[in-house]
């Protein structure tokens, strides 16, 4: 692996996801500011997200590991998210209309959320913190915000499935999701993905106080899997890995390191770079170099 190449690349990435967060940033307060969503310039968005995922997979995973918080965390979430359930969607070999679908669902699915006021969403940092400390009040307007984006993308025509994936987003496989507490097949498979990419990315950044990586978001999908379908976990982690790349880790031959690379046929054994070593350092995690957890960035 050409280290040099994968600094490029790395560069490239983040250059996009920073322009992919200032492009959902103008359509959310162009929709705020004078009701205003057109769906084509949304859809040519994502076709070109579409191809990045694609071609540059690892590379985004990377950014989303490492990248600081955007200073909005609705449009934060909703880029990542979104992101993640097109990454999924990918791995699940999904037609490209219906991955421009899901994509533009990821990036809309919350707009719900900006019928709340500004005071509760800046509170609670995200929907599933304000699950915990919100009071009853809070809570109820959080859990009809997937009707309002639902009312909100149908009013302006897309198309149905991008409608129902918005109202479906929240829905879990045993039923305690909500706005309807819908069950297995009754759930969209757009729904289905973009809860677990939602799921995975609020668990996974430092806007909620369980977890902040994405290893912690993984095992928190695996500790709550009846939730969630079993083949988009499959995705899941078929495509991000047990231990995203990007993540710090420490290893049993007691060095630490950082993942640059995953193993597409066991994404158990990930390939690590070493830190402070020569940058072509680099061991592949197997029986005989194992991870014993997962390091902090100030740990490394």
């Known amino acids: 692996m050409d280290i040099k190449i994968m600094d490029v690349k790395i560069r490239e990435a983040k250059e996009f996801y920073k322009s992919l967060l200032t492009f959902t940033d103008s359509i959310f ?96 940092g995200g929907g599933f913190r304000l699950l915990k400390i919100g009071t009853e009040e809070e809570k109820k307007l959080l859990f009809v915000h997937p009707i309002h984006a639902h009312n909100v993308l149908k009013s302006f025509y897309f198309p149905p499935r991008i409608c129902e994936a918005a109202l479906h987003h929240h829905e879990l496989e045993d039923g305690t999701g909500f706005p309807n507490g819908l069950k297995g097949d009754s759930i969209c498979l757009y729904g289905k993905i973009l809860s677990v990419a939602g799921y995975y990315e609020a668990f996974s950044i430092d806007h909620i106080d369980v977890a902040k990586n994405g290893h912690a978001g993984v095992i928190n999908i695996l500790k709550n899997k009846g939730s969630f379908d079993a083949s988009v976990i499959r995705s899941l982690i078929n495509s991000i890995s047990v231990y995203p790349i990007g993540i710090y880790v420490l290893l049993s031959n007691g060095k630490r390191g950082q993942v640059i690379d995953i193993d597409p046929f066991d994404p158990r054994f990930p390939i690590v770079q070493i830190i402070g070593e020569s940058s ?21």
């Open 29 to 124: 307060s162009l929709l705020t500011d004078t009701n205003k969503l057109e769906l084509g310039s949304v859809q040519k968005q994502i076709t070109l997200t579409l191809n990045i995922v694609r071609y540059d997979r690892n590379y985004i995973v990377y950014v989303l590991e490492t990248a600081k918080q955007w200073i909005n965390p609705h449009v934060s979430h909703a880029v990542r998210s979104c992101l993640i359930a097109l990454i999924i969607g990918t791995d699940m070999k999904l037609p490209r209309h219906q991955l421009v679908e899901l994509g533009v669902a990821g990036l809309l699915w919350n707009i719900g959320v900006l019928q709340l006021s500004g005071r509760i969403y800046t509170k609670s």
């Open 280 to 300: 072509d350092k680099i061991v592949r995690t197997f029986e005989d170099i194992s991870i014993i957890r997962v390091l902090n960035p100030e740990e490394a």
